[in-house]
């Protein structure tokens, strides 16, 4: 569950100050599937940040699954983004020094996983997006549409609450863009919560709630 | 966690093979140059000492240069030997003879002394026995030969009682050093020694002089520095305190001198190579900056994922200790096969000095440490959202 109470980020450039988000209140439930949708610009970027405990608000309290984050150590802020949330970026985001099954292996490494529950999560997650014959290979030995499946299977293994996608299919065709948000749905239908960060009016639509920004400001709930 | 951050370092020195061998290669000629040259100045160092031990460390030998009319006779020497705080004392004079007997023919050194000569220097006997008063008294021509050339003029080395002539002189053998026992001569034409009584070699050869011009002391009850004092004491009186009449030298002085050079030259060349390795591992920290500024995106989906400052900085570190760990091993190795190769073509055997392997693990480690926690604290204060943003 995800709970914005008032929650600003404040950026000073020189002189100016620009609030990239300003004074939000938010309320996801756990299990929603949700989008949040805005021109460049408009605060995703910040939003999604504070979401994934990348970053903390300037002003005001965010709770996730009732912890108050804002207070938390960089520490601890890892220990959050590594046990709760997974990741899906628009440009996947894999270390291409590691192959397909060592990417999804990563998080669980941090999380202090036996090598045999790791096997059998990587498994199973590879399983999941159907890409198990190529778990050997190296990122740019994979198309975008596989790289972004592996991302997923590696946020799926970690076994997250939440889902955080940024753009999850801006660098793909239509086609592996519709198998990427196919995933999403079964992972929602599986029971877990999706926040997906777009542009796009489509994909956005595919969610089961929009929230549209505007100027750091959150202009509508449809 | 540790050995996970090993196997990620490994995978991704092995992801840029050659950048790892050349930073790694610092390491090698640093580790190599200190493993070998230290290894050589303590081999050389403690063969060089065993020679000088065998020459008698406590020792003193001195060399009349003018007798103020005062010469030094047979007789003195019993006389300052039987003395208070005096050891051994033992003439030495010294020439070379024409050796002959029916097996051949050579050149040996021949040392004309007393009977105190042995314990002096220590000579070990294979068989028969060596100088003894009544030889010395009645200038007899017996001759003690060393084991070499025993076997060079007779073929053997059981010849007590035989005769070997020297310089047309005949001579009974009374004793045969053993092999390596005895003053040790670099000389291309092999080692020949023989011992008369000090008596015989003034007849023998008419540039030795009744008149002792070099003798022997060995430490006294008091020790050897006192023996010297009271040495000098009686040589000053007797020439007149003329500091010039005589040459005084301490053997132990020797060793001491030894071992200060030795110790001096091992610090020295232990300290230019410890500066080759000092190069070697700025070399590692220049590259793992390098390395920290080109994997900062691969930093940030770290950090994303989960990774802790702690666990990044891990992962930066231990990169740095297992360049420089495997340098160092390979340097070790190297080392090993190149003292092996060396004690081959060399006489003297040196061997990897242990205690000098072991430093150079250990500093390579502190390098290690010393020049990777720079760069793996930088990689790990690196902000996640900027670090993702990242395109290089």
Known sequence: MIVFRDVSKIYHMGEETLRALDHVDLHIQSGEFVSIIGPSGSGKSTMMNIIGCLDLPDEGTYLLDGLPIERYSARELAHVRNRKIGFVFQNFNLISSLSAEENIELPLIYQGLSLRERRERVAEALARVDLTARRKHLPNQLSGGQQQRIAIARAMASRPSLFLADEPTGNLDSRTGGQIMEIFHELHDAGNTVVLITHDPEVAAQADRRIGLRDGRVEEVL | MILQSVKMALKSLRSNKLRFILTMLGIIIGVFALVVLVSLVRGASSSITDSVNELGTDLISVSILDDHSHPIRLEDLSELADSDGMGLVAAVAESTCSASAPHGQVTTQVTGTTSSYRALQSLKLES????????????TNVAVINHDLAVKILGRTNVVGETIRLNGTSFKVIGVLEENSGSFQFSFFGNYQCYIPYTTLVRLNETTSRNVNSFYAGAGPEGLDATEERLKNWLDERFQHDNDAYFLFNQSQISDAMNSITRTLSLLLGGIAGISLLVGGIGIMNIMLVSVTERTKEIGIRKAIGATRGSILLQFLVEALVISLIGCI???????????????????????????????VLFSLLIGVLF?????????????????????
């Open chain 2, 128 to 139: 028969g026995r060596f100088l003894m008063k009544p030889d010395v008294d009645n200038h």
């Open chain 2, 330 to 360: 390979i340097g070790l190795i190297l080392s090993w096969f190149a003292i092996q190769i060396i004690d081959l073509i060399g006489k003297v055997r040196y061997g990897v000095n242990p205690s000098i392997a072991l430093l150079s």
């Open chain 2, 372 to 392: 990777g926690l720079y760069p793996a604290n930088k990689a790990s204060r690196k902000p996640p959202i900027e670090s993702l943003r990242y395109n290089g």
